[in-house]
Every structure is written in structure tokens, then in C-alpha cells.
């Protein structure tokens, strides 16, 4: 079975800081590894994906994650952040052979100060 | 814009009634997943269609079931309604492959009193 645990319900950054999220996950299989951002009253969006091939993956709005499968993790980080980046940020899991279901952590509310 | 598209946006029924929630699908995608999202909670995976037969369910009772059209547009049908089913429901449309890409619409909020 498949799992995933986001450490942090809420983080707060100031703006121009260092975000991290944090993201590890449990899977029998060599799982496909995803980070989605939703806004409020609207659905989620996809920073990034890990599929195969090199760990550091390089997302949408300045967002990398890297694939650590001796931890079991795909933490998100941005260098800088801005106040547009408040959101909620989901960490998923699939299984490469399960046909596209997710399975999504709870979720991080982040929120920058200016 | 995603290109998927839910209605209605927000729904209030009451305990013991049914709904019917509807999403199109992006053009080129014949494959839909449905999702349930309790508040302060991750989405939960409720089902997937792939040309028209269910492709994968998740752990939700038989009184959630799906259509999806030949147009590939879907539909969740949920009936006795409980209170525990207010969530905002969401619809994503893929493309079958390796490599899929789910792409999510904005969601129907429910609310059961």
C-alpha cells in the first residue's frame, strides 16, 4: 500500500525566505512522485512531477523537489518567496502500473509574510 | 484554465437525498478520476473511467457510482446522501499513457444538512 505524509500542516515563511516543504511517502513499488498547489475555491494545479531518471526535478514558479529514495522523500523547495506562493501545497504518490490514482498527503497551508 | 470544466459549483442538499455532479473532460482525454476533498483534508480517490468502463476504485461505499459519456464527459452520482459526504468534489481528465498528466477542474463544493 501506498502512503504519504506531509510533516506540517502549516508553514510561514517571510517573503524573500527559504520555502520547505516536506514530503515522505511509503510505496512497495518505485513510485511516481508529484507536487500540486490549490488556491482557494479553485482546484489543484501541478508544480512538478518525478518519473524515472535524474532526482532534482524542476517545477513551475521556481518550485524543485528532489527524490531521495534512501529517505523515502520529495521535499519542495523555492529559493525566494514571493506572496503569490500562499497556497495549499499536496505532496501525491502512484503507483507507475495503477493507472493514475493518487494518493495525496494532507496538505500544507503556506503562508508568506511580507 | 485546465480546461475541465465541473457544474454546478456549489450544491446544498439534505441527508438522504441524491446528487449528480458533472465534468467535461479537456479536449483529447479519455480518462476521468474522480475526487473527494473533506475540508482540511487531501484529495481521496473515488474512481477512474476510461472510455466508459470504471478503471479503479477507491475505498468509498457502492451508493458513489460514475458514467462517462461517449464524448468522454462524466458524471458522480451520489445517493443517500450523509452528512459526512460534504466535500469539494473534484474531476481530473488524462490522456491514457506512461506519462499522464492529470489535469483537475475547479471542483463542486457540496454541502449536506
Known amino acids: 500500500a501506498q502512503s504519504v505524509t506531509q510533516l506540517g500542516s502549516h508553514v510561514s515563511v517571510s517573503e524573500g525566505a527559504l520555502v520547505l516543504l516536506r514530503c515522505n511517502y511509503s510505496?512497495?513499488?518505485?513510485?511516481?512522485l508529484f507536487w500540486y498547489v490549490q488556491y482557494p475555491n479553485q482546484g489543484l494545479q501541478l508544480l512538478l512531477k518525478y518519473t524515472t531518471g535524474a532526482t532534482l526535478v524542476k517545477g513551475i514558479n521556481g518550485f524543485e523537489a528532489e527524490f531521495k529514495k534512501s529517505e523515502t522523500s520529495f521535499h519542495l523547495t523555492k529559493p525566494s518567496a514571493h506572496m503569490s506562493d500562499a497556497a495549499e501545497y499536496f505532496c501525491?504518490?502512484?503507483?507507475?502500473?495503477?493507472?493514475?490514482?493518487?494518493?495525496f498527503g494532507q496538505g500544507t497551508e503556506l503562508s508568506v509574510k511580507p | 484554465e485546465t480546461g475541465v470544466t465541473q457544474s454546478p459549483t456549489h450544491l446544498i442538499k439534505t441527508r438522504g437525498q441524491q446528487v449528480t455532479l458533472r465534468c467535461s473532460s479537456q479536449s483529447g482525454h479519455n480518462t476521468v478520476s474522480w475526487y473527494q476533498q473533506a475540508l482540511g483534508q487531501g484529495p481521496q480517490f473515488i474512481f477512474q473511467y476510461y472510455r466508459e468502463e470504471e478503471n479503479g476504485r477507491g475505498n468509498f461505499p457502492p451508493r458513489f457510482s460514475g458514467l462517462q459519456f461517449p464524448n468522454y464527459s462524466s458524471e458522480l452520482n451520489v445517493n443517500a446522501l450523509e452528512l459526512d459526504d460534504s466535500a469539494l468534489y473534484l474531476c481530473?481528465?488524462?490522456?491514457?499513457?506512461?506519462?499522464?498528466?492529470?489535469?483537475f477542474g475547479s471542483g463542486t463544493q457540496l454541502s449536506v444538512l
Open positions: 481530473a481528465s488524462s490522456s491514457t499513457g506512461v506519462d499522464e498528466k492529470l489535469f
Open positions: 501525491a504518490v502512484s503507483d507507475p502500473l495503477g493507472g493514475g490514482k493518487l494518493i
Open positions: 510505496s512497495s513499488v518505485p513510485p511516481y
